[in-house]
């Protein structure tokens, strides 16, 4: 009788732990899906507005969508309300400013591919603000990661136009890449703090806040369609609603590499959207490098050993 307690007790506990770690990998996973078709709704939006009306678009909608779930309306701490301010800059305000402006000079799959960089700053952060180097299978996933971005941007950078011709556009990206990776090491304690979706809502205030000053001329002279309209509802309903208080979720249970590496599903996802939607060329290396950060996404693969601190 005992026996069969015990293994019975056992059973129970290695289900529960398998559905923590799906869930954990799903936290990940489906916020790599849709940033990965955001540059796709980027290029779509852009067609009928200029970069900042993208941004200010986006954000609101995001804000709105949030706004319709009562968890999110929760307060905070009082001592977290200036850290939140600053997460909206740094998560949302400044890079989500980025990419529209640099895909006016790159490629929506070559802006999916250069965002694979972003785990490697956030590892870097993480370890540096944390005084020590991330584990050994992590690192070597994120440079297996960091690999593949390298190989599917390659092509791109060195074709006919040359980093020349896309200097512009690939500096944006990097500076909204290091940017995100201080937004993760801040999201995570304010996360555990008082839970992902009031911590997202009140950043996605403060972003808007930002951006509707410079935003709203260009929507003011927007030539709407509806492939256009419909890109950047999805862009935010989904990739700054949904995904990012999915993330920050993730953050704070996982921690910020593991987290990060959602970034390694994005450029395989803008890659086979630019080629299959809009018609971008691509060349077989980049198709190796998508493979390659497949690879490190799963080596960095959340378990349930180290699963780290879990959301409050």
């Known amino acids: 009788m005992a026996a069969a307690a015990a293994r019975a007790l056992f059973s129970t506990s290695a289900l529960a732990n398998n559905r923590q770690v799906s869930v954990d990998w799903l936290l990940i996973v489906v916020p790599g899906l849709i940033w990965g078709a955001s540059f796709l709704f980027i290029a779509e939006g852009l067609q009928a507005v200029a970069p900042m009306g993208v941004t200010v678009v986006r954000i609101a909608i995001g804000f709105l969508t949030l706004s319709l779930v009562p968890a999110a309306r929760r307060p905070i701490l009082p001592a977290d309300r200036a850290k939140t301010a600053g997460l909206g800059v740094l998560w949302l305000a400044f890079p989500l400013s980025m990419f529209p ?36 299978r992590v690192g070597i996933g994120l440079a297996i990661g960091f690999g593949g971005a390298v190989l599917m941007a390659l092509p791109g950078l060195s074709g006919s136009g040359g980093m020349n011709g896309q200097a512009a556009g ?33 950043a996605l205030a403060w972003a808007l806040a930002l951006t509707a000053p410079f935003g709203l001329p260009a929507i003011a002279r927007a030539h709407w369609t509806a492939a256009s309209l419909g890109s950047l509802l999805a862009l935010g309903a989904l990739g700054t609603g949904v995904a990012y208080a999915m ?66």
């Open 101 to 136: 402006f640099a895909e006016q000079h790159v490629s929506s799959a070559l802006a999916g591919m250069l965002n694979g960089a972003t785990p490697i700053a956030a590892a870097l952060v993480a370890s540096v603000l944390a005084k020590r180097a991330p584990a050994r």
């Open 247 to 312: 993330l920050a979720t993730a953050a704070g249970r996982l921690g910020a590499t593991r987290a990060s590496s959602n970034n390694f599903i994005i450029p395989v996802v803008s890659l086979l959207l630019g080629v299959l939607i809009r018609h971008e060329q691509v060349s077989p290396i980049s198709v190796a490098g998508a493979a390659v950060c497949l690879a490190g996404a799963w080596l960095i693969r959340p378990t349930g050993e180290s699963a780290g601190p879990r959301a409050s």
């Open 170 to 202: 690939v500096l944006m990206i990097l500076a909204a890449v290091v940017s995100y990776a201080f937004a993760y090491s801040v999201a995570r304690p304010l996360q555990q703090r008082n839970g992902a979706l009031p911590v997202i809502w009140r």
